[in-house]
Nanobody
Framework: QVQLVESGGGLVQAGGSLRLSCAASGRTFSRYAMGWFRQAPGKEREFVAGISRSVVSTSYVDSVKGRFTISRDNAKNTVYLQMNSLKPEDTAVYYC????????????????WGQGTQVTVSS
């Protein structure tokens, strides 16, 4: 089992940047594929970015390609989401998630979730 704690959210003006972090407990972090999701008010939760266990593969939803970068440091049990050129439509609660096993990134089927961190982008 793994516990996930997100941090780094906040209020930023459009065009600004934020870096989200997600710290995972346990000694098996490197065996989990990781992902970031977001949920805006009144909308369903959506996949934002995913990264494979070995950092070889990453994937992004089209709306954030070229602006967001997912990365991980297995030695620190942490996954990151660097968000640049933020837009008001990026406003949401952002969640990190862990999926056991596999060798790729995944857009669903995650086993564990963090509590979320709020990102608000003002226009």
């Amino acid at each position: 089992q793994v516990q996930l704690v997100e941090s780094g959210g906040g209020l930023v003006q459009a065009g600004g940047s934020l870096r989200l972090s997600c710290a995972a407990s346990g000694r098996t972090f490197s065996r989990y594929a990781m992902g970031w999701f977001r949920q805006a008010p009144g909308k369903e939760r959506e996949f934002v970015a995913g990264i494979s266990r070995s950092v070889v593969s990453t994937s992004y939803v089209d709306s954030v390609k070229g602006r967001f970068t997912i990365s991980r440091d297995n030695a620190k049990n942490t996954v990151y989401l660097q968000m640049n050129s933020l837009k008001p439509e990026d406003t949401a609660v952002y969640y990190c998630a862990a999926r056991w096993g596999g060798s790729d990134y995944y857009t669903g089927g995650y086993d564990y979730w963090g509590q979320g961190t709020q990102v608000t982008v003002s226009s």
